[in-house]
T-cell receptor, first 111, second 113 residues
Framework: GEDVEQSLFLSVREGDSSVINCTYT??????LYWYKQEPGAGLQLLTY?????DMKQDQRLTVLLNKKDKHLSLRIADTQTGDSAIYFC???????????FGTGTKLQVIP | NAGVTQTPKFRILKIGQSMTLQCAQD?????MYWYRQDPGMGLKLIYYSVGAGITDKGEVPNGYNVSRSTTEYFPLRLELAAPSQTSVYFC????????????FGEGSRLTVL
């Protein structure tokens, strides 16, 4: 079945860039997502990328997709303490098809 | 702007008890989902529904049941609670047939002792 893998933890200093990595196995993935979960809250969509794109930029966020290696990354520029959260990579064939989530990467931002 | 509302937020159950986690959405979304989140394990899909009257099993359905009599409501029933069902449960909905963006509730933390 589909599998999405991420490292569990990342620590960065405030003002530095953060890079969170993800690998997936399903070659039929059409949409790849990054969700953010703040403490005690549900997940919220940060951004997504179509599988036919290799980069998407949205303010401080840059998503890179290497479809050949099935590797997705999320770069957060000028990381702030408010960025401390768990970040989930996810993939889906599209539409209402089941979304498969990774284990989540806990980002700790040190002031 | 209620979005997806889950109740209760916290609950402690004894082994063998039953309960229903409630989920309601006011966005007229066709698709609704129940996930459980365990530490270091990500989110696992329990059940999902593509519309009123239609439900289907996800990855980890054992020990749970769902119903979808209306578009708005998608309750999750635990019949005989077991310690393995201690988890945080999230209800989500989606109205997009393209991007599949999920809108999540705030979660229900369940402890079975």
């Amino acid at each position: 079945g589909e599998d999405v893998e991420q490292s569990l933890f990342l620590s960065v200093r405030e003002g530095d860039s953060s890079v969170i990595n993800c690998t997936y196995t399903d070659s039929s993935s059409t949409y790849l997502y990054w969700y953010k979960q703040e403490p005690g809250a549900g997940l919220q969509l940060l951004t997504y990328i179509f599988s036919n794109m290799d980069m998407k930029q949205d303010q401080r966020l840059t998503v890179l997709l290497n479809k050949k290696d099935k590797h997705l990354s999320l770069r957060i520029a000028d990381t702030q303490t408010g960025d401390s959260a768990i970040y989930f990579c996810a993939e889906s064939p599209g539409g209402y098809q089941k979304v498969t989530f990774g284990t989540g990467t806990k980002l700790q931002v040190i002031p | 702007n209620a979005g997806v509302t889950q109740t209760p937020k916290f609950r402690i159950l004894k082994i063998g008890q039953s309960m229903t986690l409630q989920c309601a959405q006011d966005m007229n979304h066709n698709y609704m989902y129940w996930y459980r989140q365990d530490p270091g394990m990500g989110l696992k899909l329990i059940y999902y529904s593509v519309g009123a009257g239609i439900t289907d099993k996800g990855e980890v359905p054992n020990g749970y049941n769902v119903s979808r009599s209306t578009t708005e409501y998608f309750p999750l029933r635990l019949e005989l609670a077991a310690p393995s069902q201690t988890s945080v449960y999230f209800c989500a909905s989606s109205g997009s047939e393209n991007t599949g963006e999920l809108f999540f509730g705030e979660g229900s933390r369940l402890t079975v002792l």
